[in-house]
C-alpha cells in the first residue's frame, strides 16, 4: 500500500483550488474492455475447448520429455561435461531418440506457443497490439519448429 | 446497531479493562471525481466492539465522523449482495465480516471491489457484471406447452445444482478474479455460476445454448483455477468446481 495516508479529509484538496467539481465530474477510470449490450457473441467454434484440453494432454506428455530429458541432458553419466559434437551425434542416431526429441520440439513449442497466446489475450489491450503481437508469436513458433524439425531430419553425423 | 455509544472520538481510556470497545483503524480508499481525479487512503479511527461487522464500523463512520464516506448496502445481514468490497486485500461482505476477525490491532484496509468502474468511495458501476449475467439467460428455459401444475423434480436431481442457487449476486468472486481485472469481456465466475444453476436441473432445456455460450472465447476456457473465487464467495459457493462442472459437460459433449 504505496499511497499517502491522511487523517483530515483526504479527498479535499490541499490548495482549496479544484479543477473538478460537481458539474466537471474528473474522468472515472474505466477497466479494461468492459463488457456491454453491445459485445459481439462468440464464434461457434470448439477451438479454445481444444486448446485447453491440448495443455493438459501436451502437458503429461511433456513431464515424461522434458524430465528424461533433462536426465539424460544434465544428470545421468557425467552431466553437462559430456555433451558435445560426439554425444548428440550418437544419440541423433537412433530413430527413438530422434522422435523423443521431435515430439519434445513441437509439443513443447506449440504448448508454450498457446500459452503466451492466452497471456497476450490477456494483457494486450488493444485489439492492433494483440494482433501483432500474436503475429509476432505465430511467425517465430513456425521457424522455431520447421528449423527445428528440418535439423532433426537432415542431421549429418559427418559434416567435419 | 444496537450496542450503546460509549465514547464519541476513539481514546478507550486504561482502566476500563471491563468495556468491550477498542480502537481501530479503518484505512478507507477514497474517491470522488466531484472534487479530485486521484483515490486516497483515509485512516479513520472509532471505538468499536470487535464483535461488530466491518459494516457496522463504515455505518459509525459514515454517521458521526464524515457523511461523505459511500458504499452501497440494504439488507445488512447477508442476503442482498450490495456491499461486496475489498477488505485488507480480499473480497468480503462487509456485513458479515467480523471486525475481530481481521486482526484489528494493524489498520484496516477497505477499498472497493476490483475491475469494476469506482463511481464513488466504494461504489462500483456493476452494469458490466450483470451484463455478462443477463448473456447467459439466467431464467427457465422450456420447449413445448406448459404444464397444468408445477414443474416436479426428485430430490437428487434438485440436489445436482444446490450449491449454485445459493448465488445472491455480490460480484465478490468476479472482482476477485486477476482474468477478469485483465480483460472484463471474460463472463466471470458469477455468470458461469448463474448458467450452471440452469444447465444443471433437470427441468430447464436451455442447456444446450448456455454451454454454446460459455464454450466462447470469453467462456470457461479463459479460467485459469485460480480459486480466488470460491475464497471470495460469502455464500460458501465452490465456484470453481462449478466452472470446472461446465467444462466437463462442454467436453463431455462433444467426446
Ligand atoms: C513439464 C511439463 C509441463 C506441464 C505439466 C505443463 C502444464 C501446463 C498447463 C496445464 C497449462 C495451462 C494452465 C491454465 O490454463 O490454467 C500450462 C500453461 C503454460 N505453459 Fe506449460 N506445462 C509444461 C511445460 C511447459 C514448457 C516446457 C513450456 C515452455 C515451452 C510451458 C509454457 C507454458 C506457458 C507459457 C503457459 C501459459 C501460462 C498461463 O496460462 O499463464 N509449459 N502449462
Ligand atoms: S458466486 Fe458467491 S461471490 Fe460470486 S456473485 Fe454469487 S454469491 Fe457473490
Ligand atoms: S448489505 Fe445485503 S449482503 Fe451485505
Not at chain 1, 495516508?5 to 474492455?33: F, K, W
Request: overall charge neutral; proline content about 5%; some cysteine.
Amino acid at each position: 500500500m504505496s499511497a499517502e495516508t491522511s487523517s483530515s479529509s483526504a479527498i479535499s484538496d490541499v490548495e482549496g483550488v479544484s479543477l473538478y467539481d460537481v458539474d466537471h465530474p474528473a474522468p472515472v477510470i474505466e477497466p479494461p474492455r468492459k463488457r456491454t449490450g453491445k459485445t459481439p457473441k462468440g464464434s461457434r467454434t470448439n477451438f479454445e475447448m481444444y486448446a485447453w484440453l491440448f495443455m493438459r494432454l501436451s502437458g503429461i506428455v511433456l513431464v515424461v520429455l522434458v524430465i528424461g530429458h533433462l536426465l539424460i541432458q544434465l544428470v545421468l553419466d557425467g552431466g553437462v561435461s559430456k555433451i558435445g559434437f560426439a554425444f548428440v551425434a550418437g544419440r541423433w542416431a537412433s530413430p527413438f531418440w530422434q522422435v523423443w526429441d521431435l515430439a519434445m520440439l513441437w509439443l513443447a513449442m506449440l504448448h508454450g506457443a498457446n500459452g503466451l497466446r492466452t497471456v497476450i489475450n490477456d494483457y494486450a489491450e488493444r485489439d492492433n497490439t494483440r494482433f501483432w503481437l500474436k503475429m509476432l508469436l505465430y511467425t517465430a513458433t513456425v521457424f522455431t519448429v520447421l528449423l527445428g524439425t528440418l535439423v532433426i531430419f537432415t542431421f549429418d553425423p559427418n559434416i567435419r | 446497531m444496537a450496542t450503546p455509544t460509549l465514547e464519541k472520538n476513539g481514546t478507550a481510556e486504561a482502566g476500563f479493562a471491563d468495556t468491550p470497545y477498542i480502537t481501530a483503524t479503518f484505512r478507507i480508499r477514497r474517491f470522488n471525481p466531484e472534487v479530485s481525479d486521484e483515490a486516497q487512503w483515509q485512516d479513520f479511527q472509532i471505538s468499536i466492539d470487535p464483535k461488530e461487522r466491518v459494516l457496522d464500523a463504515l455505518h459509525k463512520i459514515k454517521w458521526e465522523l464524515d457523511g461523505t464516506l459511500t458504499f452501497r448496502r440494504s439488507c445488512a445481514h447477508g442476503i442482498c449482495g450490495s456491499d461486496a468490497m475489498r477488505i485488507n486485500g480480499k473480497n468480503r461482505l462487509a456485513c458479515k465480516t467480523l471486525i475481530k476477525d481481521i486482526n484489528p490491532e494493524k489498520p484496516i484496509l477497505i477499498e472497493a471491489i476490483k475491475g469494476l468502474t469506482v463511481l464513488k468511495d466504494l461504489v462500483v458501476d456493476m452494469d458490466p457484471f450483470f451484463q455478462a449475467y443477463r448473456d447467459v439467460m439466467p431464467f427457465l428455459i422450456t420447449k413445448g406447452n406448459e404444464p397444468t401444475r408445477e414443474r416436479l423434480q426428485s430430490p437428487e436431481d434438485r440436489e445436482r445444482f444446490d450449491d449454485t442457487t445459493k448465488c445472491i449476486l455480490c460480484a465478490a468472486c468476479t472482482s476477485s478474479c486477476p482474468v477478469f481485472w485483465n480483460d472484463g469481456q471474460y463472463f466471470g465466475p458469477a455468470a458461469i455460476v448463474n448458467a450452471h444453476r440452469f444447465i444443471f436441473d433437470s427441468r430447464d432445456e436451455g442447456g444446450e445454448q448456455r454451454l454454446e455460450i460459455l464454450n466462447d472465447r470469453d467462456g470457461v476456457w479463459r479460467c485459469r483455477t485460480t480459486f480466488n473465487c470460491t475464497d471470495a464467495c460469502p455464500r460458501g459457493i465452490e465456484v470453481t468446481k462449478a466452472i470446472q462442472e461446465v467444462k466437463r459437460a462442454l467436453i463431455t459433449r462433444r467426446f
